[in-house]
C-alpha cells in the first residue's frame, strides 16, 4: 500500500505561480508512475501531468504544456508540479495519484493510490 500526501495549495494571484508536492510513503518500491489530476466540482477528474518514476519521462494536458512542470525526487520519495501564470481556470482541487502498472498515465482508473487533494485558489 502506497500513502500520498499533497502539500502547497493556497491562494494564488492570477499571473502568480505555486509549487505542489506529493509525498509517498509505505511500498514506495511498487511506484512505476505519479501524476497530478484535478477535478472541479460537477466534473470529471482531468489528467494534468504525470511522470514515470524510473525514467522520469513526462506528459502534460495541453491546457497546462508550457505554465506547469512535473518533477521527482526518488530519493525523498517525492513529486512535484511547479505552476506558473495561474489562472482562474486553474481553480480547484488538485490531487496526485501513484500506480504500479507503466500504461494508460492519463487515465484515473490506471492509479490505485490517491492522495487527498490540495486546493488551489487563482483569484485577485
Known amino acids: 500500500q502506497v500513502q500520498l500526501a499533497e502539500s502547497g495549495g493556497g491562494l494564488v494571484q492570477p499571473g502568480g505561480s505555486v509549487r505542489l508536492s506529493c509525498a509517498a510513503s509505505?511500498?514506495?518500491?511498487?511506484?512505476?508512475?505519479m501524476a497530478w489530476f484535478r477535478q472541479a466540482p460537477g466534473k470529471e477528474r482531468e489528467f494534468v501531468a504525470g511522470?514515470?518514476?524510473?525514467?522520469?519521462?513526462?506528459s502534460y494536458a495541453d491546457s497546462v504544456k508550457g505554465r506547469f512542470t512535473v518533477s521527482r525526487d526518488n530519493a525523498k520519495n517525492t513529486m512535484y508540479l511547479q505552476m506558473i501564470s495561474l489562472q482562474p481556470e486553474d481553480t480547484t482541487l488538485y490531487y496526485c495519484?501513484?500506480?504500479?502498472?507503466?500504461?494508460?498515465?492519463?487515465?484515473?482508473?490506471?492509479?490505485?493510490?490517491w492522495g487527498q487533494g490540495t486546493q488551489i485558489t487563482v483569484s485577485s
Open positions: 509505505g511500498f514506495t518500491f511498487s511506484i512505476n508512475k
Open positions: 511522470i514515470m518514476w524510473g525514467l522520469g519521462s513526462t
Open positions: 495519484p501513484a500506480g504500479t502498472g507503466w500504461g494508460g498515465k492519463r487515465r484515473a482508473k490506471s492509479y490505485g493510490s
